[in-house]
């Protein structure tokens, strides 16, 4: 795998988990809409645990997963760049948000 395709690969892999967390975002702000605002005791607690489960499954594929069968394969350095640019680009994306939410204030 060259470089340009390890940095696209991350790039991917980056916006496909900050896809994800608006995902997951979007769904827990409109949950109480859906379901109303009733607490059924041990049912909210139970699913807000169970999507954090998945979401760390999700997310630690997207972002670990390629770089670890690389790695499996030898291929050390591409699996190592690309969790860094992987997590370079999240990093680019939350600092972009924080800028625009300065600009905005």
Excluded: C
Aim: hydrophobic fraction near 60%.
């Amino acid at each position: 795998m060259n470089n340009l395709k390890v940095i696209k690969r991350s790039i991917i892999n980056g916006l496909a988990v900050f896809a994800y967390i608006v995902f997951i975002v979007w769904f827990l702000n409109n949950i109480s809409l859906w379901f109303g605002e009733d607490d059924r005791g041990i049912l909210a607690p139970v699913l807000i645990l169970s999507i954090f489960v998945i979401s760390a499954l999700i997310t630690s594929g997207l972002v670990l997963g390629k770089p670890i069968v690389l790695y499996l394969d030898g291929k050390k350095r591409e699996a190592i760049h690309m969790i860094f640019y992987t997590g370079l680009t999240l990093f680019f994306i939350i600092s972009s948000i924080f800028i625009i939410i300065s600009l905005i204030k």
